[in-house]
Structures are given as C-alpha cells and as structure tokens.
C-alpha cells in the first residue's frame, strides 16, 4: 500500500501537470490567435487601409486584449441600487414623443394627399 507522501507526491506532480498542459494550451491559442491578427494586419495594408505602424501597434493592442484577464464587472451580480430608482414625471401639457410623430405622420399624409392631386391634374392636362 503506498504510503501517505507517495499520494501526495503524485497528486503535486498531478497539478503540475495540468497547469503545463493548460499552459501549453493557452500558448498554442494565443500564437495561434496572433497569426490571425497579423494576417488580417496583412492584408489591410495590401489594400492601403492602413500604414505598417498602424498594423503593428494594431496586432500589440489585440495581443494585449486578448491576455488580459477577463473584468470583474463582467463576472460579478449586479448590487442592489443604494437608492430607490428615479422616475421623471411629465407634466400632460408637454408634448410626447408619440403626439410629435402623430402630428409628423398627418403631415405626410397631408403631402401625399397634395402630390396625387397635382399629379392627377398634370396627367388631366396632357
């Protein structure tokens, strides 16, 4: 039976290897990744969209992106508000987004109206 620190020698070589293997991993993807982005940068300077200098610092500022860890924000709940949300009250006098597109829509229809009647009359007069 094996003994006590042969379990935990394993279980530490164990761990080491799996973080060589996912280091490994994450490596193959980024290298992977950065052929990517130098191909586009590629091809945008063969059609003059940007000038080498851009495409270099263009590749660095994806590389840097993409080994960034990812934002607590991005990870985390939302808090609930401190405060109670605030509602705006909008007096009945004030004109509506709705009532201006109303009054926008009738005068379309007002100048579409206008434009069949002066186009029947031009056809009239021929």
Do not use: C, H, W
Not at 15 to 42: C, H, I, M, N, T
Not at 46 to 60: L, N, P, Q
Not at 61 to 89: L, N, W
Not at 95 to 112: F, I
């Amino acid at each position: 039976m094996p003994g006590f620190g042969d379990i935990v020698q394993k279980a530490f070589y164990l761990g080491v290897g799996l973080a060589s293997y996912a280091g490994e991993k994450a490596g193959g993807k980024l290298a992977e990744l950065r052929s990517q982005v130098q191909k586009l940068a590629d091809e945008m300077v063969a059609k003059g969209e940007m000038t080498t200098e851009e495409a270099r610092r263009f590749v660095e500022d994806m590389m840097k992106q993409a080994q960034q860890q990812p934002t607590s924000d991005a990870t985390a709940p939302e808090k609930p508000a401190s405060e109670p949300r605030r509602i705006e009250i909008i007096e009945d006098d004030e004109p509506t987004v709705k009532d201006a597109s109303t009054d926008n829509v009738d005068g379309l229809r007002d100048q579409v109206l206008e434009l069949q009647e002066e186009l029947r009359r031009l056809q009239r007069d021929k």
